[in-house]
Structures are given as C-alpha cells and as structure tokens.
C-alpha cells in the first residue's frame, strides 16, 4: 500500500487559522500505510529511542487521514496508530505520509487577560518548546460508536498538566482550527476567574504534589511582543499570532 498524499489547497489543506462551530472527528477503521511500510524501521528507532528515553512508553495515538470543512464544521477522521510510528515519522521531519498530526490544545485565558504557555519537561516530545496545554488524542477519547471527543481530551490535558486549573476554567463555544504544515490544533478557549499569580500558583502546588510533573515552567502572554522571542510549535505560534491580531 502506498501512503495517498493529503490535498494542498484551501482551508483545511492549506495553512491557515479558522474558527469554526464545531468539529466532529470519529475514527476511520483505516490502517496507516506508512507504518505498515516501515516497520522495520521504526522497529530499529524505537529501540535506540527508548534507550536515550526510558520514559517512552508505545501507546496508541491517533493521526488525521482524512478532513474537509463543511458548514462551519471541521470533519476529520483519524487512523489508529502505535507512538513508536509516529515518533518515527516525526523524527524524519513529517515528510507527507497521508496524515496529519493532530491534536486538542487548550487556550486558557486569566482574568487579567493573559493566556498560559507551558514549557514540558525534560523527555517530554515538546521539550524546549512554549506550548499551549495540549497532547495526543488517545484511546481514552474515543466513545463506542467510534467518535472522538476532542475536547475530552483537552479537558483532561489540562488536569494532567495543571491540577486543579481544570476545575476552575469555564469552556467558550467553537473552536480555533490551526493547519501548519503537517500538524493540525483543534483549540478551544477557556477563562479562567482568578489571575494568572494564582494558576501559577495552582500549577507549581500540582508539580509539588505529582509524581510525574509535565510542565516545567508556565509562560503568560498578552500580546505580540511577549511571544516574538519565544522557541514555540509552529502551530502554536500561528494560533497565538492569529489571536493577537483579531484583537
């Protein structure tokens, strides 16, 4: 089997920033070719990966094989997948593959108007990068008709990452679609009550208390100028530059 090529023209396909009513995303029942025609590879990476990182551990993900915007409503559906494939893949440089890496991604916004980035930790995928709030659509997203609940999945990030941030933001409507090259964010604004000194506060009592902290530093952001320096996600910075300018 040989890996189809992702269409590269217009939104969805193209990159860009959208807000969108909805997305609805449900599993496609199809293998991933790429994987299938690389095994051996990935095979030979993963072990060499797993010794520099004991702490990579080959779940499943999921990658988007399929998406087209209808209505105001991003459709996707996502191939299952190992993570050794897609570290692999990530690894050669995304190179077109018939996927796109796909993820949820929290834009948590306090009540002196500043939105957190968090930097992960060290053997982190993302480490040495600001980040929002984000990470793979797993198996614990997906209900037994086969949909995915994206923001399931992001609600649960952000009480991995940051404790009980997640039981004091309040969910916004709609969602902030970011296509960057081979990734795709399906971000969802939430505000916060309480100013940013007390989620840091909140974050660093989570770190004290977890035995497996995530975040490493968190990083506030108002405006343009406050992330011009910083070493982010080309899907973050869009997002993020998109948000400031639609101010």
Request: net charge negative.
């Amino acid at each position: 089997m040989i890996a189809r090529a992702m269409p590269n023209a217009g939104f969805p396909f193209a990159n860009g920033v959208k807000t969108v009513s909805n997305c609805s995303l449900r599993l496609s029942g199809e293998a991933w070719p790429f994987a299938q025609e690389h095994s051996a590879e990935i095979d030979a990476h993963w072990q060499a990966a797993t010794k520099a990182n004991p702490a990579y551990f080959n779940g499943i993900v999921h990658l988007i094989d399929s998406v087209r915007f209808v209505d105001g409503v991003l459709h996707a559906t996502l191939t299952r997948t190992e993570f050794k494939s897609y570290l692999y893949w990530r690894m050669l440089g995304f190179p077109e593959a018939g996927v796109l890496d796909g993820f949820g991604s929290a834009l948590i916004r306090s009540s002196d108007g500043e939105y957190l980035l968090g930097q992960q930790m060290p053997g982190n995928v993302n480490y040495g990068f600001a980040c929002l709030p984000s990470g793979f659509i797993d198996e614990r997203d997906v209900l037994p008709d086969g949909t995915i609940d994206i923001t399931r999945s992001i609600e649960r990030e952000i009480a991995e990452e940051m404790g009980d941030v997640a039981k004091l933001v309040q969910r916004e409507d709609g969602f902030i679609v970011t296509r960057s090259d081979t990734q795709m964010s399906f971000a969802v604004r939430f505000s916060a009550p309480v100013p940013t000194v007390e989620l840091v506060r909140l974050v660093e009592e989570h770190n004290a208390t977890c035995d497996d902290p995530e975040l490493q530093t968190i990083i506030p952001v108002a405006n343009h100028d406050d992330i011009e320096r910083l070493n982010m996600l080309p899907s973050t910075r869009a997002t993020m530059e998109a948000l400031f300018a639609a101010r």
